[in-house]
């Protein structure tokens, strides 16, 4: 299998059958933390990566061999090398797979590109949007996520308001916790006054814990990730 990959046991999804959508490290970003590796093609070009049908193809071949395990799993998930929304195809993949099985189909994005509304209504299909927001103060933005020059985290954040408005499935907001990069209380308070404007079903608190594309990357302490949730408030959770 080329696009296929899993099931995996998810510690936020459970059983999760995955499709990626581009090629190896096709992305917006570059992030500090990516256990992937370095991005290679740093882009925010929407276009058909890997075509449509080769996709529907794989899947419907891995369904078909694995019949007894189908029931088994909670999620089919677009996340895998890249960003999957840069693929041109993604709402014509998510509608076909909606035709063939009755898995929810969660879209895992860096949200780069959600202040565009073709954008927005390509993965409307969605059962659950889990975007990321690491930062809201560009300097941060920068050093953390290093995204394509004409990305703008406020663009970012005007795509989440309005994809909260729009969306009608769930959203589980994650946050990626640096040590020393973004996890100072100051930014970590103007980033709840974002988030409260965002307003998502969750925020998820995760942490490297897996080799990252940079050295030095650290996890944040137990006990700071703790006080982050208090602040954070009732919807926050740990990964």
């Known amino acids: 299998m080329r696009y296929i990959y899993g099931p995996i046991n998810s510690r936020r999804l459970g059983l999760s059958l995955g499709i990626t ?17 370095k991005t290679t093609i740093k882009t925010t070009d929407i276009k058909d990566y890997i075509p449509f049908n080769d996709i529907l193809a794989e899947l419907k071949s891995w ?20 960003e999957p929304i840069l693929n041109s195809e993604i709402s014509q993949v998510i509608a076909e797979i909606k035709k063939i ?3 929810p189909v969660c879209v895992i994005t860096n949200a780069s590109l959600l202040i565009l509304p073709a954008v927005r209504k390509a993965i409307s299909l969605a059962d659950l949007l889990i975007p990321s927001l690491d930062a809201v103060d560009p ?18 954040i005007e795509g989440l308001i309005s994809l909260r408005k729009e969306f009608r499935g769930r959203i589980w907001l ?14 970590i308070k103007k980033l709840k006054e974002v988030i409260d404007k965002i307003n998502p079903d969750k925020i998820q608190l995760n942490s490297p814990v897996r080799a990252t594309c940079e050295p030095g990357v650290l996890a944040v302490e137990k006990n ?11 919807r926050c959770e740990i990964l």
């Not at 959508?21 to 590796?37: A, E, N, R, W």
């Not at 369904?63 to 890249?82: A, E, R």
């Not at 300097?139 to 996520?145: D, E, G, P, T």
């Not at 700071?224 to 009732?234: A, N, P, S, T, V």
Request: aromatic letters at 6%; charged letters at 25%; glycine letters at 6%.
């Open 21 to 37: 959508l581009t090629p190896s490290k096709v992305c917006s970003f570059d992030c500090i933390y990516c256990q992937l590796g």
């Open 224 to 234: 700071k990730l703790e006080k982050i949730k208090e602040i954070l408030g009732d």
């Open 101 to 103: 099985v009755s898995i």
């Open 139 to 156: 300097r941060i933005f920068q050093k953390i996520n290093r995204p394509l020059e004409t990305i703008k985290i406020e663009d970012i």
């Open 174 to 187: 994650e946050v990626m916790l640096v040590k020393g990069v973004n996890d100072d209380i100051r930014h």
């Open 63 to 82: 369904i078909q061999n694995n019949s007894q395990q189908v029931d088994k799993i909670n999620y089919i998930t677009f996340s895998g090398s890249g």
